[in-house]
């Protein structure tokens, strides 16, 4: 990989982000694996909405959760069908849910009672019948289960203690059909026992929801909640323990003659697509400060604000990282700390991180990018250049590296 990055890096330029694709492709696989199938896959358009990805991911995943109207059109613009996804989110507008209507959007995931009213108005107005999910919040979370978006007072789905007269009155309503629930309650979870406990918590919770408002789902998604290793001392989730808790719970559940026809959704972004990214930056200058090695690159915070550590994160903890240099692998290292081009103090992508010798011109690569990255930055602010997206994949026994960028060409050579 080092090789590869090393000459995306000469012939794209920094910055940039590169994204494997094989290893999605990999990483896919893995999932369906340790499930043995049981589990469909749902991505997360909005952890990377990169539109040749979206693309690359047809046929891999079986559908898309989106969260705006813009999502919607990303995804069909990559040549997604409306029916194969769902769209979540707290706050959907009269437009984007009509758009969502029209479109043919396999189901709307309702937030809350009102949300079901309107949209069932709008099924009318449109002659159709709305599928829907309805969103749970659970009234627990198991503490460690990554940032926690439930247990607590949310802006997310219908708490678990409302949602049985809540669903009963959806399932009244005449032009939309509730066809299961929706649970994601929290992110960045490493942990594999709170991971399956949470799943299987979920599960006794759909089968007392499902029987008290007497439905026999299709679908239910899971939320994963599955973390990556972002950091030197993160170990990475054991799916296999996962599978090995919750298939039992999962195989019984299909077997009670409500839930024969339910098919079980996980829905992840940063699991699918985090692990395969890396963000390269060049170093532009080397400075030494009162007895601290300072490097500090060509790109930074606004290029990748979960990187410095401000976006779910309450101290900075470096993300792992790497020089872009096959001949470095086992050279000694010094400790650096190392900076975006910014002009502000929280531009830091690292802190005493031990590399080897930096200099100017040197490249390094930072881990675990792939997901959460570009669009979840603040592009804008001090108006540098975006950098270019570049997807690698093996065709043919060879590696080929394509431009994925979608910003509009800036005339600036490089
Ligand atoms: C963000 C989001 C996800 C993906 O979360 P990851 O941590 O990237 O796996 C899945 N489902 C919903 C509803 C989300 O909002």
């Not at 299709?218 to 599978?243: E, M, N």
């Amino acid at each position: 990989m080092r090789k590869l990055l090393a000459q995306i890096a000469e012939q794209f330029g920094t910055p940039c982000y590169v994204y494997d694709l094989d290893a999605i492709c990999q990483r896919a696989h893995t999932i369906r694996k340790a499930f043995a199938g049981r589990f469909r896959l749902n991505y997360a358009v909005k952890s990377n909405p990169n539109g040749m990805l979206l693309c690359a991911l047809r046929g891999l995943i079986d559908g898309l959760d989106i969260s705006s109207g813009g999502e919607l059109k990303r995804s069909r613009a990559a040549g997604w069908d409306a029916t194969l996804m769902s769209f979540t989110g707290p706050a959907k507008s009269p437009l984007e849910l009509r758009e969502a209507v029209t479109a043919g959007i396999g189901c709307i995931v309702v937030e809350s009672v009102e949300e079901a009213r309107q949209i069932d108005a709008l099924a009318e107005a449109c002659g159709v019948r709305q599928t829907l999910l309805v969103r749970i919040a659970p009234a627990k979370v198991l503490p460690g289960f990554g940032s926690r978006m439930s247990g607590k007072p949310s802006q997310f789905g219908i708490d678990e203690e409302d949602a049985l007269g809540a669903v009963k009155a959806i399932a009244d309503l005449s032009n939309v059909e509730v066809c299961g629930f929706h649970v994601y309650a929290g992110t960045q979870c490493l942990d594999g026992p709170t991971i399956a406990a949470s799943y299987l918590s979920w599960i006794e919770m759909f089968r007392h929801l499902a029987a008290g408002v007497d439905l026999s789902p299709r679908t239910l998604i899971f939320g994963s909640g599955l973390g990556i290793p972002y950091h030197d001392q993160d170990k990475p989730v054991d799916l296999a323990a996962i599978a090995e808790s919750v298939v039992p719970a999962l195989d019984a559940l299909r077997a009670e003659s409500r839930f024969v026809d339910a098919r079980m959704v996980l829905e992840t972004g940063r699991f699918l697509v985090g692990e395969a990214g890396f963000y390269l930056t060049r170093i532009v200058r080397t400075k030494r400060s009162r007895g601290f090695e300072i490097r500090i690159c060509d790109g930074g915070m606004n290029h990748h604000l979960a990187a410095c550590g401000h976006m779910g994160s309450v101290l900075h903890r470096n993300y792992r990282m790497f020089k872009v240099d096959p001949a470095v692998a086992d050279a000694p290292v010094t400790a650096y700390d190392i900076y975006g081009p910014l002009c502000t103090s929280i531009d830091t992508l690292a802190r005493a991180v031990r590399l080897p010798e930096l200099n100017v011109g040197d490249v390094i690569a930072i881990c675990c990018s792939g997901a959460y990255g570009l669009t979840a930055s603040p592009l804008r602010f001090i108006s540098h250049e975006e950098p270019r997206e570049i997807i690698v994949q093996t065709v043919n026994g060879k590696h080929q590296s394509s431009d994925a960028s979608e910003k509009e060409e800036s005339g600036v050579v490089r």
